[in-house]
């Protein structure tokens, strides 16, 4: 909901069509087409040292838990790693590439853009996981951007070698089949929020599905009392489809109420239980 009461509309364009004359003009956001793509860093693998490196990229990845390690090692070869900074944008459909990003480290989320700036967030990606153009897959992403949360490490994979390494091994068909099956109905629950929820509501379903896919503290992965989410609050607007403003005004609403507690560029969650109750 905008500063004057009216609600801020949240949805999507169909068509790549539509951008063809964007509302923002001279001064694009971030995630405009051609504001932050081509400034990826390949890394290059030519060692033994770096052959382990690769192997590192698929490790602790869901559809891969099983594998031996020389299956490891022939996929890690026909899958390149690539790094982004936070804010860079991985797809976009003025760049359209049928590729498989296998998500090692970092935040990426998916979004639609309408023609006159409105952004819906379709997924967020966490590690271990993946997504990309891949018909293959069942997967389309015509008229979506890909944007790095955080500085992200994926690894690349070509829709043949896809199709000769992946869905050839029915292991790993059917977890993607389950992976892809998860995301619709993440993508069915969103929407719905879209239209169901209040702004405020959805900021709070926005903590909470973010703190809940943070990875478990252990000893070697200390955190916290309380999760904290790195998030600006023009991220989590974009995340949430609401303006920065209102943003700001709710994230203060519920740091006012013991709910979160604010600092430059992070959130830290006080009260889980709560919060989930303010996201309905």
Not at 62 to 84: H, Q, V, W
Request: proline share 5%; charged share 25%.
């Amino acid at each position: 909901m905008g500063d004057d009461g009216n609600a801020v509309p949240y949805c999507l364009a169909d068509s790549a069509d539509a951008l063809a004359s964007p509302a923002w003009g001279a001064a694009p956001p971030p995630w405009a087409p051609g504001r932050r793509e081509e400034t990826h860093t390949m890394i290059d693998a030519g060692s033994d040292a770096d052959a382990a490196e690769r192997t590192w990229c698929l490790a602790e990845v869901d559809i891969f838990c099983d594998l031996s390690e020389k299956e490891m090692a022939g996929i890690a070869e026909a899958a390149p790693m690539k790094t982004y900074h936070a804010g860079e944008i991985l797809y976009s459909p003025s760049q359209p590439s049928e590729v498989l990003f296998i998500l090692k480290k970092g935040r990426v989320r998916v979004f639609r853009v309408s023609a006159d700036g409105r952004a819906l967030t379709t997924a967020i990606i966490t590690p271990g996981t993946i997504f990309g153009e891949m018909v293959l897959l069942g997967q389309h992403m015509y008229d979506n951007y890909a944007e790095a949360l955080d500085d992200v490490t994926v690894c690349v994979m070509s829709r043949t070698d896809v199709n000769r390494l992946l869905l050839t091994d029915a292991r790993i068909a059917a977890r993607i089949t389950e992976i892809l099956g998860r995301r619709l109905a993440d993508l069915e629950q969103r929407l719905s929020d879209s239209v169901f929820k209040t702004v405020a509501q959805r900021i709070a379903t926005t903590l909470d599905t973010l703190t809940a896919a943070q990875p478990p503290t252990s000893p070697l992965r200390p955190g916290g009392r309380h999760p904290q989410i790195a998030l600006t609050h023009e991220q989590l607007a974009a995340l949430a489809g609401t303006s920065r403003e209102t943003c700001t005004k709710v994230l203060r609403d519920y740091a006012d109420h013991g709910l979160i507690r604010l600092a430059r560029g992070r959130i830290t969650v006080l009260d889980s239980d709560r919060l989930k109750d303010a996201a309905g």
